[in-house]
C-alpha cells in the first residue's frame, strides 16, 4: 500500500476511479486513454487496474466530435451548446482484451490501414518507406504517421515526396513527417540517402521496402542493369545492407519487403538448377515486363528469408507480404493494357 502511496495511485473506494492528477481521454477512434497532468505524461494503461477500453457505441444524438489547434479530440453537444474534452460515451467503456481468444479474423479484405493500427501507440518509433508519396506507400505512411511515429517517406521525387507530406500534416498538423529523396535506379542515390539518413543520428525501427515498377518498357539503369530488377529488389537489397548497422542498433527492428503472389509463377534457374543471372538482368531480346516483375518479386521473397535468418538472433525480423491482387494504384501505369485491367478488376479487389 505504501508502495501506491508513493507511486501517486494510493487505495479509492474503486479499482476504476482514477488517482489525483489524471484525466481519462480519447483518440479519434474511439480508445481510451490516461493523461498524468502532473508528470506531464500520457499511457494507454489505467493506471490503476492496468485495463485498456475503448468507448462502446456511437455519440449521444447532438453531439458531434472535433479536434483543435493542438491535435486534441473535443465534443461539441448541439442541443446543449457546449462542448467538453471529455467523451459523453466513457460512461460505456469496454475493455480490450487482446490475449481473449476470437473465432472470428480479426481483419479481412475490408479493413484499413487505420483500423489495424487502432489503439497502438508508435511513439519514438522511426520508420522508413519506400515510394511513400502514393499508393500503398501514401496509406502506410500516413496511418504509421497518425499513430504517432517518425516517418521517412523515400521518394524519387522530392517534389512529389514533399506533397505527400503535406496531406498527411493536413490530417494531423503534429505528425512526424519528411521527405528524403531516393532512387533505387541509381545505387549512388541509394548510398546518399542512406549517408544523408545515417547524419541525422536517428534509430531505425521499421525499415518498409514498397517501392516498385510494374510492366515498365526494357531500359537499363545508370548501373547497366534492366530496370524493373534494380528498383523492385537490387535497390532495396543495396538500402538494406547500408542500414543494417542501423537496424542492430536500434533492436527490436524489422524490415518488411513488400513482394507479391506473382512470384510464385516464374523461375530464376537454368536447366541444371544454378541460378541464372541473365535471367535477372535481360537483355532487351529476352525481356518480357510480366516475366520480369515476377522474377523481381521472387527475388524479394528469397532475400526477405534470408535476411530474417541472419538477422533475427540480433533482434531485427524480416518479412515479405503480398498487398492483395491487383489493388488500383499507379503500379499499372506503364500500359494502357494493364490500366483497363486493373479498372475492369477494381470493383472486386481491396481499395486503396
Known amino acids: 500500500m505504501a508502495a501506491l502511496k508513493y507511486a501517486g495511485l494510493e487505495d479509492t473506494d474503486s479499482e476504476e476511479e482514477l488517482p489525483p492528477g489524471w484525466e481519462e481521454r480519447t483518440t479519434k477512434d474511439g480508445w481510451v486513454y ?36 493542438n491535435g486534441q479530440v473535443y ?26 481468444p476470437t473465432t472470428r479474423q480479426k481483419y479481412d479484405g475490408n479493413s484499413t490501414a487505420m483500423e489495424i493500427l487502432q489503439g497502438r501507440d508508435l511513439s519514438g518509433k ?22 504517432g511515429a517518425r516517418v521517412i517517406l523515400a521518394c524519387r521525387s522530392l517534389v512529389r515526396g514533399n506533397e505527400a507530406v503535406q496531406r498527411i500534416l493536413g490530417e494531423w498538423h503534429k505528425a512526424k513527417v519528411e521527405a528524403m529523396t531516393l532512387d ?3 545505387l549512388q542515390s541509394v548510398r546518399h540517402f542512406a549517408e544523408a539518413f545515417k547524419s541525422k ?5 521499421i525499415l518498409i521496402c514498397n517501392a516498385a515498377v510494374f510492366g515498365a518498357p526494357w531500359s537499363l539503369t545508370e548501373d547497366g542493369l534492366e530496370s524493373t530488377f534494380q528498383v523492385n529488389h537490387l535497390g532495396h537489397f543495396y538500402l538494406v ?13 524489422r524490415v518488411v519487403v513488400v513482394s507479391s503472389e506473382s512470384h510464385r509463377f516464374t523461375e530464376i534457374k537454368d536447366s541444371s538448377g544454378k541460378l541464372d543471372f541473365s535471367l535477372l538482368s535481360p537483355s532487351k531480346k529476352e525481356y518480357w515486363a510480366m516475366l520480369a516483375y515476377n522474377r523481381s518479386k521472387l527475388c524479394n521473397i528469397l532475400f ?18 503480398h498487398p492483395g491482387n491487383m489493388i488500383y494504384s499507379s503500379l499499372h501505369r506503364n500500359w494502357w493494357v494493364y490500366t483497363l485491367l486493373f479498372t475492369l478488376a477494381r470493383p472486386f479487389t481491396k481499395s486503396m
Do not use: C
Open 34 to 69: 490516461y493523461a498524468n497532468h502532473l508528470e506531464e505524461k500520457t499511457q494507454w494503461e489505467h493506471p490503476k487496474s492496468g485495463k485498456r477500453k475503448r468507448v462502446a457505441g456511437d455519440l449521444p444524438y447532438g453531439w458531434e466530435q472535433e479536434t483543435d489547434e
Open 75 to 100: 465534443f461539441v453537444d448541439h442541443i446543449n451548446k457546449r462542448t467538453t474534452y471529455l467523451d459523453p460515451r466513457l460512461a460505456f467503456t469496454v475493455e480490450d482484451n487482446p490475449m481473449k
Open 126 to 147: 522511426v520508420v522508413i518507406i519506400t515510394g511513400a508519396n502514393s499508393g500503398i506507400g501514401f496509406e502506410t505512411a500516413k496511418s504509421l504517421a497518425l499513430h
Open 184 to 186: 533505387l535506379a541509381s
Open 201 to 205: 543520428n536517428l534509430p531505425l525501427h
Open 241 to 253: 545492407q547500408l542500414l543494417e548497422d542501423v537496424l542492430r542498433q536500434s533492436s527490436p527492428a
Open 304 to 321: 526477405s528469408n534470408e535476411l530474417n535468418r541472419r538477422l533475427s538472433p540480433h533482434g531485427v525480423t524480416s518479412n515479405s507480404v
